[in-house]
RNA sequence: UGCCCGGUGGUGUAAUUGGCAACACACUUGACUCUGGAUCAAGGAAGUCUAGGUUCGACUCCUAGCCGGGCAGCCA
């Protein structure tokens, strides 16, 4: 059975996606490779908070171990003391979590792997295929040549077997000094694969890990410790980004000199999302140089950003689903990820009205005292949302953009001497417009109801061009709205001078907006539609007593693509 | 100028593995509408990087180019 609704396409339940990645594992299948097993990993390391683009990998990962009946596992790579942290570890179990995987039992650490990984080493030692290396940081370097001239051997490359395995015990004993020596296999200098150059294995660290403690100063390098990570857990497909593709000889060097476990490699492209960038370092670079308030700003690719805007897992995952996996580079049109989260939120979110830029509107010929509770319509995709009570009355509050004084040609909102509806009230026509006579600003409007039009009421034929939204002026809460836009200018915002091309508008705080008082209610995260403006949602640092809402994606606007184009 | 990878509408991903280039987003137009939302309908847009070759037939296979990306951390 095909279920067409989107928000759903990433259930089991729904044609699976193609791409090249399940072809390999659809051909191993059918060669009864693996035992017929399917096994994936997501392997971060603890380092920086998650983006989008590990939301791919996550998707990738957790989705096809889903699809196939098989396992993913959760493995940190933890291998680099100096740079990672724990706080990371909670952040992205969090995230990973909140985007709906579970990895159950299997919460793995490379470092778990730190004993084993040193009896391995002791093997290759053993087998004459690595050696301890006295030569300096700068002495490596220039023995491994360039991309172009092999590289030369290093002095202490024939060392014998036994003299290896004492030092290599001695670099673990603490005995040497950080950058003293290092262990390294014995491969191919003249490799046109630098990675095959000899690569280092150990480096001696006197760094305490967080979760071995003090125990190693030696600590294994990622080309080490990864793919050996990956063969202890059995892991058939070991999924990661293009630019490990050219590790992928050593780490089959390493797994085939064992005689360890195989899993096979398998590279796919990182996602690019036009104007913003993705790098941990340039999102460093944002957090720590004030260019945005944190990691989780909600103008952030980061997960928790994207969270805190508003965003649903449901729509990473469609929107992760929709993007596809491949091999060339890509920049994905962020208005993908912007309609898969309307396409989630309009299904399931309560409408309400909302002005954010109030405009006085004082109905003339509405009784003063009068209070009307008109019906309003919950949610128009889905009626067992219900309908709620609104307040009308003769003061009101419009959006300012909803009224023009001099209207051009395709204008169907509020101007003089022309009527609009009021949604779920009553057409209205404007009689009046006060301006404040220092600053010609418009201060407010005067207009009269049509009495014959309210809304039900099935009395009246009229139709007019225009509904807008509106709040009755005294029984509003106040609230505070932020505005987002994209953080960058320029679709693909890279070079040196990447951070010129931010976007010095990407946040607008607007203070005095009206909201329906239902609103006051509202608790951290809610979401909403304010009606023909957007989607949004109560912000972390929101109180009863001081509503904030941010804005996560606009509605599509017409109206904007016309005025913009004339 | 070494090795590895890639090149299909504006963007991204497909093409039963050699058989009429499809889907989505974006864009344009129209219908409908008490959200200029949603929905529905229509349309423009690639002849598959180039040149050869194999074949009845090539996005797919072969050859040679061109263009783009990655690689010279005791980072991952």
């Known amino acids: ?36 097993r399917v096994q994936t990993r997501f392997p971060p390391e603890p380092n920086g908070y998650l983006h989008i683009g590990h939301a791919k990998s996550i998707c990738l990962n957790f989705g096809i171990a889903r699809d196939y009946n098989g396992l993913c596992n959760l493995r940190f790579d933890d291998t ?16 990973v979590k909140w985007l709906g995987f579970d990895w159950g039992y299997r919460e793995y650490y490379a470092s778990d792997y730190f004993d084993q990984l040193y009896e391995y080493a002791i093997q ?11 030569l300096t940081g700068d002495q490596i370097r220039e023995h491994r040549g360039t991309l172009t001239a092999p590289g ?8 014998s077997i036994e003299e290896n395995l004492d030092l290599f015990e001695r670099m673990k004993n603490g005995e040497f000094p950080d950058g003293s020596k290092t262990l390294r296999a014995k491969i191919d200098m003249s490799s046109p694969n630098i990675n095959m150059r000899d690569p280092i294995m150990y480096r001696i660290l006197h760094e305490a890990h967080d979760r071995t403690g003090d125990k190693w100063c030696i600590y294994p390098m990622y080309d080490w410790a990864h793919g050996q990570s990956d063969s202890i857990e059995k892991i058939t497909h070991s999924i990661c980004t293009l630019e490990f593709e050219d ?25 690019n999302l036009s104007y913003t960038v993705m790098s941990k370092r340039r999102l460093l670079q944002l957090v720590e140089e004030g260019n945005v308030n944190g990691w989780d700003d909600p103008r952030m690719p980061t997960i928790c950003g994207l969270r805190r805007r508003g965003y649903t897992p449901e729509s990473i995952r469609y929107f992760a689903e929709r993007i596809g996996v491949a091999k060339r580079e890509n920049i994905i049109d962020v208005a993908l990820l912007e309609d898969s989260l309307r396409e989630d939120l309009n299904k399931r979110v309560l409408r309400t009205m909302a002005v954010l830029k109030p405009l006085k509107v004082i109905i003339d010929n509405y009784p003063d005292e009068k ?37 051009p040609k395709k204008f169907f909102r ?52 225009g509904t807008i939204h509106w709040v009755s002026a005294a029984h509003t809460v106040n609230a505070e709205v932020r505005l987002y836009d994209r953080l960058f200018n320029v679709e693909n915002p890279s070079g040196d001078d990447w951070k010129n091309f931010i976007n010095p508008a990407s946040l607008t705080i607007l203070s005095n907006c009206k909201m329906e008082q239902s609103l006051i209610n509202a608790k951290k995260q809610d979401r909403f539609q304010f009606e023909r403006l957007g989607y949004f949602c109560v912000d972390y640092d929101s109180m009863p007593a001081n509503l904030i809402f941010n804005r996560t994606v606009t509605l599509k606007d017409t109206w904007a693509k016309i005025a913009k184009s004339s």
């Not at 030369?152 to 060392?159: G, I, L, T, V």
């Open 152 to 159: 030369k051997e290093s002095p202490y490359r024939n060392r």
């Open 247 to 271: 590790h992928r000889p050593l780490y089959d060097w390493f797994v085939d000199q064992l005689g360890i476990f195989h899993p096979q490699q398998i590279e796919f492209a990182r996602l």
């Open 371 to 407: 209070v009307e509770m008109l019906d309003a319509i919950n949610n128009p995709e889905d009626e067992k949302m219900g309908t709620r009570k609104i307040p009308f009355s003769k003061v009101l509050y419009i959006e300012q953009d909803d009224f023009m004084e001099e209207p």
């Open 1 to 36: 059975m095909i279920d067409n609704d989107p928000k759903e396409k990433s259930d089991s339940s729904s044609p699976k996606p193609t791409n090249f990645i399940r072809d390999i594992i659809d051909e191993d299948l059918k060669k009864n490779k693996y035992e017929r």
């Open 414 to 465: 509020l101007s003089p001497g022309n009527e609009v509806r009021l949604r779920y009230a009553y057409i209205i026509k404007c009689v009046g417009v006060v301006k404040n006579p220092a600053t010609g600003e418009i201060e407010e409007l005067h207009c009269t109801y049509d009495p014959e039009t309210k809304s039900g009421s099935g009395q009246s034929q009229r139709k007019v061009k």
């Open 124 to 134: 290759l030692i053993k087998k004459g295929v690595a050696y301890v290396c006295d």
């Open 80 to 95: 680099n003391p100096s740079k990672e942290e724990v706080e990371y570890v909670d952040s992205i179990k969090e995230d």
